[in-house]
């Protein structure tokens, strides 16, 4: 009897007691699928909060965006002819000297590109003062924003 007991137990693998369930290869896709919507709902709610600067109707273009590697320096100009250095509203007298300060700040780097923004209702003279005064200020990198064109390729 005893050797018919050992065979049954070697033949068969375990016994009663150390039976476990087989493993289950089904992955639970619940929780990730969960976690995802958050995410998504996150970004879809602090994208708009990111816009660079004062809101404005950019006029459209067919031009290819510009590479950058840091934060620009951006100027934008309202509709109603306020003037904007990054989120900070300025007057134009005081534009030439805060960009002086910021390329000494810079270690005397004007040639990194300066970002004009103006709304496409904006007087052209205002514009034109606007940049000569950035000129002035020793940059000569100017580069104008636009939306990309829409319906044209």
Same mark, same amino acid.
């Given at each position: ?33 969960? %976690?995802?919507?958050?995410?998504? !709902? ?7 909060? /990111?816009?660079?600067? +004062? @809101? ?20 934008? %100009?309202?509709?109603?002819?306020? !003037? ?7 007057? /134009?007298?005081?534009? +030439? @000297? ?56």
């Amino acid at each position: 009897m005893a050797a018919s007991n050992v065979s049954v137990a070697s033949a068969g693998g375990r016994s009663r007691r150390g039976r476990r369930r087989p493993v289950m290869s089904d992955i639970n896709v619940t929780p990730f699928v969960d %976690v995802m919507l958050v995410l998504l !709902i996150v970004f879809m709610v602090s994208a708009p909060l /990111l816009t660079v600067g +004062v @809101p404005i109707d950019l006029p459209q273009s067919q031009a290819k965006a510009l590479p950058q590697d840091n934060e620009p320096l951006t100027i934008s %100009v309202t509709v109603d002819g306020k !003037i904007y250095l990054q989120k900070d509203e300025i007057k /134009l007298d005081d534009l +030439v @000297p805060k960009l002086k300060a910021i390329i000494n700040a810079r270690h005397g780097n004007a040639d990194e590109p300066i970002y004009v923004r103006g709304d496409k209702k904006v007087d052209y003279g205002t514009m034109m003062r606007v940049m000569g005064r950035i000129s002035g200020a020793g940059y000569h990198k100017v580069a104008l924003i636009t939306e990309v064109e829409q319906g044209t390729q």
